[in-house]
């Protein structure tokens, strides 16, 4: 399965902490800065001093990328669009204004991954929107972070839920080799979720998951 980040990649690493900075209070980002100029410079960082970090800003900036995201989804939609139609060069705009009337997509994300958009928007266009989005997502965050303040309250709440289940389950899983083998890798993918795809994991989900490895490990082995 394909993950949002590939934690042993140094300089993938370095990118994501740099695209979520803007998310942690100003005094937490000098060790994550030093992080990102260490790998830029090409100087060897530890693997596990790599994975440590990125999970560790993913987890630290995990509420506010989420409520962002749920604020952009909503009331933000149209800031978006204005925003960055505003901001990108006029074909590119025309483009982006064309995808969104065909596609009928209510927010700026939804018209990217519409299947109109391969056909409408070309490498060059994709290389300006990544460019150019990101830059206007930060700005829209600085605007109304005081608005989403609340809605960040609440989603650190649920990362708090998600995370004591996530300890659960690596504790079960240590348990045997086969809860081992059942889990470790269950963790992995729902913690590459989480922190780097910015994604909820419902409790539900991580409580079946739990009890299917119970149950699984109280049947008798085959053979």
Not at 54 to 77: H, M, P, Q, Y
Not at 147 to 164: C, D, F, G, N, Y
Request: without cysteine; aromatic residues 6%.
């Amino acid at each position: 399965m394909k993950r949002h980040l590939e934690l042993t990649h140094p300089h993938a690493v370095a990118d994501f902490a740099a695209s979520v900075m803007d998310f942690l209070p100003a005094k937490e980002r000098p060790q994550y800065k030093k992080l990102v100029d260490d790998i830029r410079a090409e100087k060897t960082i530890a693997e596990d001093r790599l994975v440590e970090s990125a999970r560790a800003i993913g987890s630290a900036t995990w509420a506010e990328r989420r409520a962002f995201d749920v604020f952009l989804n909503g009331k933000g939609a149209d800031m978006e669009w204005k925003a960055l139609l505003d901001a990108l060069k006029p074909n590119t705009a025309a483009l982006l204004k064309q995808l969104q009337k065909s596609s009928g997509a209510k927010t700026v994300g939804e018209a990217l991954n519409h299947s109109d958009a391969a056909i409408l928007v070309h490498e060059k266009e994709n290389d300006e929107l990544a460019l150019v989005r990101p830059q206007i997502r930060l700005a829209l965050w600085g605007a109304h972070k005081k608005e989403i303040k609340p809605l960040v309250a609440r989603m650190e709440t649920e990362r708090k839920a998600i995370q004591a289940r996530l300890e659960k389950m690596r504790a079960l899983a240590g348990r045997t080799k086969r809860e081992s083998d059942l889990l470790f890798p269950k963790i992995e993918a729902f913690e590459d979720r989480l922190y780097f795809g910015g994604e909820t994991i419902p409790l539900e989900i991580l409580d079946a998951e739990m009890q299917f490895a119970l149950d699984d490990v109280e049947l008798p082995p085959e053979g």
